[in-house]
């Protein structure tokens, strides 16, 4: 078995005329949490796409824990263990919170189990949700229809539906959008806690979310890494500073 969960190889990717993804080469280890940063536009939700599979590549190879994934549908990625969240929220409004989680844990297993194996597990579908629902904070909670959560927490029960399939390769693209400090600082640490013993790859544009979760943070400018590193040297980093931190990181 592979020790590397993400890994990618001279990938690039075009739009028409318009080379936007220029040679990426970027393994991320099994366990760690990995954060891209860059300035606008510089094809950090394209290689986002890539990796789950929502384009294909122009040319290069994505490998997932040791695996070619480039040319397979998103369902096929997700199946082999990868798991990403959206920007916009993709949560059931109209259904509650544990229906919500209960249905991201019964659409993850369905790939592996008939129906009449699924009625035999309602117990345990029914146990594991509440132990979700605990770990997300959301307990009390628990039968108000999800569209009336508060944006954080609506944002949590979306990173919580992520990872509820057991994916061990968790895609999180831009967590802490939208929110308040103090938000933000909850959206943290649930999922500092959420994603311990996966690997998280994430694209953020708040430099507290990135220096607070991040072992290793990797700088794309116009479709190029500039730096991979770990978040002291990267603030360190003349040309990253240059780039992109600017005073910011001061
Ligand atoms: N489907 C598409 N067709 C054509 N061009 C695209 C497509 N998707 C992205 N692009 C272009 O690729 C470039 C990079 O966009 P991308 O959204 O990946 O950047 P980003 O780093 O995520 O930016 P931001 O920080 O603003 O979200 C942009 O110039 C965008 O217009």
Redesign the pocket.
Known sequence: MSDVAISLKSVRKS??A?E?IRGVDLDIPKGQRHAII????????????LISGR?PVTSGTIALNGTPISGLAPHEINRRGLSRSFQITSIFPRMTVFENIRCGLLWARGYRYSFWHLLGRQKSLNEQSERLLERLNLGARRNLPAGLLSYAEQRALEVGITIAGGADVVLLD?PTAGMSHSETDYAVSLIRSVTEGKTLLM?E?DMSVIFGLADVITV?VY?EVIASDVPSRIRANKAVQEAYLGTEAA
């Open positions: 739009f028409g318009t936007i860059g300035p606008n536009g510089a094809g950090k939700t394209t290689l986002f796409n384009f831009e694209v544009h794309l479709g």
